[in-house]
Nanobody
Framework: QVQLVESGGVSVQAGWSLRLSCAASGHTYGSFCMGWFRQAPGKERVGLVAIDSDGSTNYVDFVKGRFTISKDNAKNTLYLQMNNLIPEDTAMYYC????????????????????WGQGTQVTVSS
């Protein structure tokens, strides 16, 4: 079992940067495929990026070049650095761990992830 707690979500203006954190407990999270996701009001949850136990990453196209995932295994913490934020980035952001890991892929598909945090809200105003 893995417990995940996101933090760092705030209201910012377009063009600003923000770093989200996800603190994990209950297991050595570094051995999981971990991911960041978001859900805007009235929309489905979508995957942004995933990172596997070796540090390999997979980003969806619309965040490439703006968002960066990283992790600190010593602190059991996952991060999402978000740069040049736009109003369309407004959403609840979630981190998650793949409960069926290991598998042949580590990609931010929500259906692959069984452990979820409660989310942290990011609001970007123009």
């Amino acid at each position: 079992q893995v417990q995940l707690v996101e933090s760092g979500g705030v209201s910012v203006q377009a063009g600003w940067s923000l770093r989200l954190s996800c603190a994990a407990s209950g297991h050595t999270y570094g051995s999981f495929c971990m991911g960041w996701f978001r859900q805007a009001p009235g929309k489905e949850r979508v995957g942004l990026v995933a990172i596997d136990s070796d540090g390999s990453t997979n980003y969806v196209d619309f965040v490439k070049g703006r968002f960066t995932i990283s992790k600190d295994n010593a602190k059991n913490t996952l991060y999402l650095q978000m740069n040049n934020l736009i109003p369309e980035d407004t959403a609840m952001y979630y981190c998650a761990a793949d409960s069926a890991w290991p598998r042949a892929w580590c990609y931010p598909r929500p259906e692959d992830f069984g452990y979820w945090g409660q989310g942290t809200q990011v609001t970007v105003s123009s």
